[in-house]
Each structure stands twice: as structure tokens, then as C-alpha cells.
């Protein structure tokens, strides 16, 4: 069966919603400011969407749009200041950043308690002692995607094909800590096929256009294709969704699969920054 993203957003959305009212009815007014270097298109597509989002949901966003020469100094001190002001509780920056910029430098620069895209060392640690504070948006939004159609994880063998950092690991780990048994495997993987076979649950994010097709799939698998590719003028996921729809027990289709949550768990954990600025634990 196919899985519907949008009507899984919808659920998150109306829950973010309400989370958000009953801040507000403390007069708390979850924020977040979003920095983007440059003009680069697919990150100005993503802050269009986190804008129109966050609107949507109540949450308050300033949008700082730098230019591509901006120097490394400078942008350090735009994300010290945003750091040390109490109205704004997240602060994400979007990748990539341009060469003359050390992407480490200012991930680490970001307050750990607004770093809502959990790319800061203490908040992956955390992540890794089964501790987080904030869970990357695509690891969580596939978490909650695979809950919607197969609530009980436990037990069962999930892959996960992609190890990169904002994808693969921490989806690994999110799994783990759901008591799924895991395999992560990689582009070094041997017998990638006869593995991918045994899933009960298997995540794709190789960014290789539809390289996962039915011979690799368990029957009755659930399928969660992270890929985003455009191919002919189309997107495509890594899976083959048509070789493999009749394989799987459930599929998320691209596009209309996992992207449409991404934004919304970026949000989510803006409302979490919000709460644990304000010593809110519910
Ligand atoms: P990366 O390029 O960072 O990582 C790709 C991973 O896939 C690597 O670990 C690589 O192995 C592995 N890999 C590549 N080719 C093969 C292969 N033939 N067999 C087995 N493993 C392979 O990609 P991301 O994880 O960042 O992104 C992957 C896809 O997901 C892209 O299409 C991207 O656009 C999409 N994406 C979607 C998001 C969403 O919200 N929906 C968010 C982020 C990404 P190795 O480590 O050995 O190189």
C-alpha cells in the first residue's frame, strides 16, 4: 500500500498547531531565525516552504538572507547575537555554505539549546546516549512515517542503505532505540541485495535514482524512499517506485512521501527549543 505523506503532515501539523497555541496562552511565542548565504535555489525553495510553515503552524520566523561574500567573521557574530537574544528560541543555517565558510565552525558556533537542526556534537552525543534533545527533521520524519503504518517496531530487522550524517546514522540510531535490530549498509556494502532482502523495514538514502528495485525487497516490507532526485525533469526517489509497489507491504512514493514532513519536524523542534528555554517539560 502506498503511504500518504500529506495525510501524515496533516496529523503532525494539527498537533504542532495546538502545541503551539497553549505556548502562546503563556505568552510564550516560539521563533526561530533562519540564515541563508547566498542565492543558491534549492535553499531558497526550503526556506520558502519553512516560511510558509511556519506561518501555518503560529511559529514566528526571521528570515536573514546574507550575501555570498559574506565573510566567516560576520556570520559568527549574526549567530552570537542570535544566541544571546531571549525572543528567538531556534536558529538553523542552511547547507551548503560557500567554500570560504568552515561549515564546522559555524555548526559548532550555534547555541546547542537552539539547534534545531541537531547538527551541533553535544546535541548528536546526545542523540547517540539515547538522550536527545533534538532529533534531526528527515531521521525523525521517518520514524514517524514508519510508526503511522507498522506501530510496533520492535523486533523487527530494519536496513538502512545511506550512512550520512543528517540521513542514514541517526535514522540508525532512532531505530535502534525503537528495538529494531539494524543493519546500516553503504556503498562498500558486500551482498547489499540479499541483505536489503531480509527487511522488515527498509530505509533507502543513496541518492542513486531508483536503484532499489523488487529484488531487493522482502514481501510485505516497509519501504521509506529518502531520495530526491530529478531525472528527465522529474523526481524520482532511489527506489523504483513501480518495480516495487506491489512488493511492499507499504511505500512512500517521491515526491509525497517524507519530504512533505521534513519542515514540519524542523518546526517541532523549534517548539521544543521554546519549551526548554522556558522550563516547560510538557
Ligand atoms: P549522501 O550522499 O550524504 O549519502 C549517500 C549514502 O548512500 C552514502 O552513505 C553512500 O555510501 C550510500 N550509497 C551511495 N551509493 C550506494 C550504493 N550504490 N549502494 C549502497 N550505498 C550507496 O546522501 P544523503 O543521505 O544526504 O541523501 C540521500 C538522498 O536523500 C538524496 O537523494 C537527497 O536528496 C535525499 N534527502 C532527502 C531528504 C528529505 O527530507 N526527504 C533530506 C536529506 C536528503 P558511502 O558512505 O560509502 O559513500
Known amino acids: 500500500m502506498i503511504i500518504n505523506g500529506k495525510e501524515i503532515a496533516q496529523k503532525v501539523e494539527e498537533a504542532l498547531v495546538k502545541q503551539v497555541q497553549s505556548l502562546k496562552e503563556r505568552l510564550i511565542s516560539p521563533s526561530m531565525a533562519l540564515i541563508q548565504i547566498g542565492e543558491d535555489k534549492a535553499s ?43 525572543d528567538i528560541n531556534g536558529i538553523m543555517v542552511e547547507l551548503p555554505l560557500p567554500q570560504h565558510i568552515d561549515r564546522d565552525a559555524i555548526i559548532e ?47 523487527k530487522f530494519a536496513v538502512i542503505i545511506g550512512r550520512s550524517n543528517i540521513v542514514g546514522k541517526p535514522t540508525a540510531l532512532l531505530l535502534m532505540q525503537e528495538n529494531a535490530t539494524i543493519t546500516v549498509c553503504h556503498s562498500h556494502t558486500k551482498n547489499l541485495q540479499s541483505i536489503a532482502q531480509m527487511a522488515d523495514i527498509l530505509v533507502v538514502s543513496t541518492g542513486r ?65 521554546a519549551k526548554i528555554q522556558n522550563g516547560i517539560s510538557w
Open 44 to 86: 531558497t525553495s526550503y526556506a520558502k516552504s519553512i516560511a510558509r510553515e511556519a506561518q501555518n503552524s503560529g511559529i514566528y520566523l526571521e528570515y536573514h538572507n546574507l550575501p555570498s561574500e559574506t565573510p566567516q567573521q560576520e556570520l559568527l557574530s549574526t549567530i552570537k547575537k542570535l544566541n544571546e537574544r531571549k
Open 109 to 155: 558556533a550555534i547555541s546547542p539549546e537552539k539547534d534545531i537542526d541537531c547538527f551541533h556534537p553535544i546535541n548528536i552525543g546526545r542523540l547517540l546516549e539515547g538522550n536527545a534533545r533534538f532529533i534531526p527533521a528527515t531521521a525523525q520524519s521517518i520514524l514517524e512515517t514508519i510508526k503511522n503504518v507498522s506501530p510496533v517496531i520492535e523486533g
Open 209 to 273: 535514482p531508483q536503484m532499489i528495485t523488487r529484488s531487493y525487497v522482502k514481501r510485505g516490507a516497509v519501504v521509506i524512499d529518502v531520495g530526491i532526485n530529478k531525472v528527465e525533469g522529474r523526481i524520482v526517489g532511489d527506489v523504483d517506485f513501480e518495480d516495487v509497489k506491489d512488493v511492499a507491504g507499504w511505500i512512500t512514493p517521491v515526491p509525497g512521501g517524507i519530504g512533505i514532513l521534513t519542515t514540519l519536524m524542523l518546526l517541532k523542534n523549534t517548539v521544543k527549543a
